[in-house]
């Protein structure tokens, strides 16, 4: 698999710069930018405004406008989608499109095949970690969705989905310029969230490089309960990440988004309500709270409806703004942490 044969993964001055190589005018690749983002040509094929000896020259040369390719598509009573997605070497990577009540879809992209960090109440976690996704395979998820579903208004995109974006970073950054471009998707930077479980530089590395919405898988208020469930905080712990997010530029109006798996008998006390206030006090935040989705194997259950209800109210008269985050999808394993790459 080579990253740079994926055409979607390459930025228009990269095109041009592909063009010229080839005998082409430089805007000759600007066209095929446009083509590939805003028109959502499937193949070069479809790029019909190229000259057919320059299309059959990048073929030549084992150009292909995309890298990855739909495997499967599986639709949830809710109409939740969860789409399998083939890489060129054979991998499948999964995205999901959620209803929202606004009508739209917030799309969850994946950043790379499996996951290294074992988070206890995650399934992709179970899986181990294969390898990053490239621009292109980051990128492919929102075109191919686009293109196949038509009627489905896609207005976010979470990097909630397979792996840990910012152990991929580099290629996070791109995709995200890449679908933020105006002559692209021209996606606001508003409607872009990479939600990260607490990688310090790679937080850092962000907020430098591009404009996106920061979402921090949080799950416990304390270092000790937060290394116990999330193993990568032993090597990034809360102080630290703290610190970094403290240090995030934040422009007015936005907010921190703190995701907080409820855990029967784990992390949803009183007593661990009053320490998340206590620690997210001094930063502009909002908690989302994800009631957990069993999975096969797990170890924890479903919280009851009233204790979920009991945190939240105890998060709000704190004058914490949160809110409760009911997965979709579970009837087809589309919900959060339950992602693993398996067909069926
Ligand atoms: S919750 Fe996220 S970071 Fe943790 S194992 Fe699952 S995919 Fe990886």
Request: one cysteine or more.
């Amino acid at each position: 698999m080579e990253q740079s044969k994926h055409l979607s993964g390459m930025l228009p001055e990269e095109l041009e710069a592909l063009a010229l190589r080839l005998g082409e005018k430089p805007y000759r690749g600007r066209q095929l930018f446009e083509q590939i983002h805003a028109r959502l040509a499937g193949s070069l094929d479809d790029v019909t405004v190229l000259p057919g000896a320059f299309r059959k020259r990048l073929a030549d040369e084992g150009f292909s406008a995309h890298g990855l390719s739909i495997s499967q598509v599986l639709e949830s009573t809710d109409t939740t989608i969860k789409m399998g997605l083939s890489t060129v070497d054979g991998l499948v990577v999964e995205s999901v499109l959620i209803p929202m009540e606004t009508g739209a879809f917030t799309q969850c992209m994946s950043s790379q095949a499996g996951c290294a960090l074992a988070c206890e109440f995650c399934m992709t976690g179970t899986l181990g970690w294969t390898r990053n996704l490239t621009a292109a395979e980051i990128v492919d998820q929102h075109l191919l969705a686009l293109a196949r579903f038509p009627d489905r208004p896609v207005k976010n995109l979470v990097f909630m989905g397979m792996g840990e974006p910012l152990l991929n970073v580099d290629e996070v950054v791109k995709a995200i310029r890449l679908l933020q471009h105006e002559k692209a998707r021209s996606l606001s930077p508003r409607r872009i969230t990479v939600s990260t479980a607490g990688i310090v530089p790679g937080i850092r590395r962000l907020g430098q490089e591009v404009d996106c919405q920061l979402a921090v898988s949080l799950n416990a208020p304390t270092q000790e309960l937060r290394a116990e469930l999330m193993p990568v905080s032993r090597r990034y712990p809360l102080d630290e990440l703290m610190a970094a997010l403290k240090e995030f530029p934040l422009l007015p109006r936005r907010r921190i988004t703190f995701e907080y798996v409820l855990l029967p008998g784990v992390n949803d006390s009183p007593a661990h309500a009053r320490d998340l206030v206590r620690l997210l006090s001094h930063i502009r935040c909002k908690v989302n709270l994800i009631p957990f989705n069993p999975f096969p194997g797990s170890r924890f259950g479903r919280p009851s409806d009233e204790s979920v209800d009991r945190f939240l109210e105890l998060l709000s008269a704190k004058q914490m703004m949160a809110t409760i985050r009911r997965s979709r999808g579970a009837d087809i394993l589309a919900a959060c942490g339950q992602l693993a790459g398996k067909k069926g």
